[in-house]
């Protein structure tokens, strides 16, 4: 049994074509998109349609990522301030995107399970059993990664921490697929997990293939999705360009500042990119 995941599409089309021919060409038994279709990147609707038509067409599933819920989130309850409407202005261009389709993220399954001939269980979800945002980190203590993980399966599939990994949790293999539109490991290729069931055992690998990033940066630009009045925007691509995360640390630095109204938006964001160039 060869079951494909794919995960953190992140609107970035050249990666996900890319991803999608070589599994096509792996002809797996499975093929998982395990949340964060959208978001990031500029091609949200593209690839959630894409996605969509090999879930219709070729029994692909797909589970429900934390910027799925954040796209539900904006269309139930719009933005708190103009302040969380301006950092979150990438969002709202993808919310813009997506139009009619964003209803539809509300029947995505949290989870998914699949069993080997001998009844152990692989299971794939967004980040843990704790939630679409609770992170699954390698170097994690082993008391953690068993309360993230339980009721412990045979293999543990997670994403969106955007870094692939592979480690043993008791008899568990845990997997990480890394991120086919934004990885964050520093290695701008994109990340697909294959795991295989054969001779009575569990493997995974890590696939990481180049892409057109040339198509992605035109998507950018004609997308409009890289805006002068989008500052936000910036350290978005910023992330993708370099694959690591730059937003949190932004978070950390200059939010509350900002928030306190000690520091315009613009200002801090241009900050933090001149500090990373030096
Ligand atoms: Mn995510």
Redo the contacts with the bound molecule.
Sequence with gaps: MKIAIL??I?GNRQALETVMAHIDNWQPDHVIVN??TVNRGPCSLECWQTVSERVAQDGWQHTL???EVYQLDILENGFKSELERQIFLPLLKAHQQLEGCVPAFSQLPTQLSLYAPDGSELRVT??SMNG??DSIFEDSSLPTLREQIAPSPAVFVT????ITFQRQVDETLLVNTG?VGTPADQDVRASYAQVVWENGRWHAKTIRLDYDREGTIRDYKESRFLSDDDFFIQLVFKEWHDAYFYVYKWMDLYYDEVKAGKIGLETAVTHYLNTLQK
């Design positions: 995960a953190d992140h949340g964060d990522g934390n910027h967004h980040a679409q945002r994403s969106h921490t955007h991120s």
